[in-house]
């Protein structure tokens, strides 16, 4: 029985792995924000944004993928607070490119 298990869960890897290359540009202007891009599905990308700083942070991200249009998502970040800009594209992602930009605000 652990051999079948193990014979199916090792013919299934090759169907749940559809990463794809990735490259993140950003731009923080003093804000202290960490940013990590998510590869969700074949055609939808995410990025995780962390503000662990003490100000507020205000972020715009541009995703692109090949011939298509960018998108941008914005988000405002309060001091310790996390949040996930997802895009969907209408064809599959062959490499996903995110410039993203943020800038602190409140006081």
Do not use: H, W
């Not at 731009?27 to 990590?36: F, I, K, P, T, Y």
């Not at 309060?78 to 993203?100: C, H, M, Q, S, Y």
């Amino acid at each position: 029985m652990k051999k079948t298990c193990l014979a199916l869960a090792t013919l299934l890897l090759p169907l749940t792995a559809f990463a794809y290359p990735s490259e993140l540009e950003k731009q923080l202007n003093g804000a202290e924000v960490a940013a990590e891009i998510q590869d969700i599905d074949t055609n939808i990308g995410g990025l995780i944004l962390y503000n662990y700083g003490q100000m507020d942070a205000k972020c715009k991200a541009r995703f692109r993928n090949g011939p298509e249009a960018p998108r941008t998502r914005s988000a405002e970040l309060k001091a310790g607070e996390r949040t996930l800009l997802t895009i969907r594209f209408a064809r599959n992602i062959i490499k996903l490119r995110v410039d993203l930009t943020c800038e602190q605000s409140g006081a």
